[in-house]
């Protein structure tokens, strides 16, 4: 009877135990930065999902590798450092650069928590993308002065007392707050060629809209960012104007 109590006590260990580690995995699933569980060697015993996005490897081949396999040759500090991290079992904050599957490069910051389970030294090591993060980062502080520069629009536009202070003043918020290069305001003419006439300009301009005969026509000219939102009542974002074919007619002028 004792054995058999002794026997069903482990397997009720050894099933708590699987449970706890299903759970701290699914857990672990969550974390936003890169997760991998070490041993003292640094060898890889477990990782997350974001681990394997980050590296570009499935979790299967993660298991197994070592440091050597993800720091960039160029990496500081040097390998040998990272390798007596995990061996001296202490807490450790670096950035260096990880190398991912495909061998494209990317700046990471890693940050190693020593722990011991039954005797032996486990590391776990979580790794964020600073290069994702700055991105983020960056697009973050562009939402917040656009949300700004929006915020003083509506605001000017309640206390305008007439219409050309107020595309002034849109302008100048757009350029100052948000951070454009030009910004400008342009009335459609009902005239033959149903040009575009600005009405409002701020920042960087030096004479391009007055050399460029916008149109709002079916036309060539007509089939830029401009015309086309007034024609369709669209609006329009163009990414890239040095590239963009309908913007080839002003192009000459937008260098200069």
Same mark, same amino acid.
């Given at each position: ?12 260990? /050894? =099933?708590?135990? @699987? ?11 969550? $974390? ?9 060697? *640094?060898?890889? $015993?477990?990782?997350? !999902?974001?681990? &394997?996005?980050?590296? =570009? ?6 298991? =197994? ?17 990272? *390798?007596?991290?995990?061996? /001296? ?15 494209? %490069?990317?700046?990471?910051?890693? &940050? ?6 039954? *005797? ?22 562009? $939402? ?8 003083? @629009?509506?605001?000017?536009? +309640? ?10 003043? %849109? @302008? !100048?918020?757009? &350029?100052?707050? /948000?951070?454009?290069? +030009? /910004?400008?305001?342009?009335? #459609? ?7 575009? !006439? ?18 709002? #026509? ?8 401009? *015309?086309?939102?007034? !024609?369709?009542?669209?609006?329009? %974002? ?19």
């Amino acid at each position: 009877m004792s054995k058999s109590r002794d026997s069903e006590d482990e397997r009720g260990t /050894a =099933g708590r135990l @699987c449970a706890s580690e299903a759970g701290f995995r699914a857990l672990a699933d969550y $974390l936003p930065d890169a997760y991998l569980l070490h041993d003292s060697d *640094g060898t890889v $015993l477990d990782v997350n !999902r974001r681990a &394997c996005e980050v590296h =570009g490897y499935t979790r299967e081949e993660l298991i =197994g590798m070592k440091p050597d396999d993800f720091d960039a040759r160029d990496s500081s500090p040097s390998r040998q450092d990272i *390798g007596s991290w995990f061996a /001296a079992g202490k807490v450790t904050r670096l950035e260096t650069r990880r190398r991912r599957k495909d061998g494209s %490069v990317f700046p990471a910051e890693v &940050c190693i928590f020593p722990f011991r389970e039954s *005797g032996r030294l486990l590391n776990v090591a979580l790794v964020s993308d600073l290069g994702e993060r700055k991105r983020a980062e960056g697009m973050l502080h562009r $939402l917040n002065r656009q949300l700004s520069a929006f915020s003083g @629009c509506a605001q000017v536009m +309640m206390r305008a007392t007439d219409e050309q202070g107020l595309l002034d003043d %849109v @302008c !100048r918020i757009i &350029c100052d707050t /948000a951070g454009y290069r +030009m /910004a400008w305001v342009g009335y #459609a003419e009902h005239d033959e060629a149903k040009s575009v !006439r600005p009405a409002a300009q701020y920042g960087i301009e030096k004479g391009y809209l007055h050399n460029i005969g916008i149109s709002w #026509a079916d036309t060539e000219l007509g089939r830029g960012p401009t *015309g086309t939102a007034i !024609r369709t009542g669209i609006t329009q %974002v163009n990414q890239n104007f040095l590239t963009n074919p309908l913007t080839a007619p002003w192009r000459e002028e937008a260098i200069k």
